[in-house]
Structure formats: C-alpha cells, structure tokens
C-alpha cells in the first residue's frame, strides 16, 4: 500500500521558509489575473506552513488560550500572477519581541532570478516597516508582504509569546545563523 498523500508543508533555505502556491481559476478574476486579496490567503497558508514546520501549531496555541493575530500588513503589488503560474510564498521572521512578531513574505516565481538581501541576512531593526530594500526586489518578485503579528488571548489583549513557541523560533534563527558562519 502507498504513503497517505500529505498537503505541501513547504521546506526552509536557510532562514527563509519556501512555500509552493499554483494559482487555480477560484484564485482570479474573468481575465486570469489574480485577484488581489488571494495574496493574503497564500502569505497566511505560507506562515502557518512555517510555524507548523518550527513545531508550533493553531491548535496547540490556542489549547493553551493564545493565537497570533496579524496587527500591521503592508502589501505591496509588484506584478500580477496568472492563471496555472506555479508561485512560492518565501517567509522569514525578521524580528521578535516581547507579544509582536514581525516577517517579511514574498510571492514569486520560483524560477526568476532574485535580488535582495540573502535568505536569513541580517536586516537593519528597523527594516520591518521602513522599506529599505524596495528596490531589490526580484524580477520574479509579485507581491512583497511586512507583517506585524501580536500574539493576544481569548480576550484579544495582548500577551507575550509563549516561552515555547519563542525557543521554537529562536532555535531555528540560532541553528540558520550558525550554518551560515561555518
């Protein structure tokens, strides 16, 4: 008998998570281009992809009464995907804090060239919402997300991020650094 087949979970290159997205006709508008607010639902499945990868799931956050909630997006609309185009969703963390957790997420074509600062590059502290690499984006490049995501309660008051989920994160950061030194 065959392996269950198992939904795509994506894959990290260094400190990048690649997530593969295929655009599908529920995905874009009567011309073939796709919709806009799609983007979202693929950065969202690309994050989850990420998390689930770090051992850190929907499920087991909100057994212990917290979840992410996206505070701040920033979407920029580089170039419009098509109809059928295979796409990945690359995500990486750029910064955590006490409740926030900030990430940079690109939608591109997996087979265009790219520019930019390397995957798990260190990035100015300041870069989450500053814009400071605008002008590197990738001939590939469609869409360029910067999200803040606040970890809050059943309530939806901000809490800080739970002590696994942050050595979770920190683990994967600290282990993509050091291969990068060697």
Do not use: K, W
Request: glycine share 8%.
């Amino acid at each position: 008998m065959s392996e269950p087949l198992l939904p795509a979970s994506g894959r990290f290159e260094g400190g990048t998570h690649v997530f593969p997205v295929r655009t599908y006709f529920e995905d874009c508008d009567p011309a073939g281009i796709v919709y806009h607010a799609n983007y979202l639902r693929f950065a969202e499945r690309a994050r989850t992809e990420m998390m689930r990868a770090l051992g850190v799931t929907h499920v087991g956050m909100l057994r212990t009464g917290v979840a992410f909630a996206v505070r701040r997006c920033e979407i920029d609309y580089l170039r419009p995907a098509r109809l059928e185009e295979a796409l990945e969703v690359r995500t990486r963390i750029i910064d955590i804090r006490g409740a926030t957790l900030d990430a940079e997420q690109i939608v591109r074509r997996p087979d265009a060239p790219r520019n930019g600062p390397p995957d798990g590059a260190d990035l100015p502290p300041d870069h989450a919402f500053a814009h400071a690499h605008d002008d590197e984006a990738g001939e590939g490049d469609m869409v360029r997300l910067f999200l803040r995501l606040a970890c809050v309660n059943q309530n939806g008051r901000p809490v800080r991020i739970p002590s696994d989920v942050r050595t979770a994160i920190d683990r994967h950061q600290t282990s993509t650094a050091s291969s990068r030194q060697s």
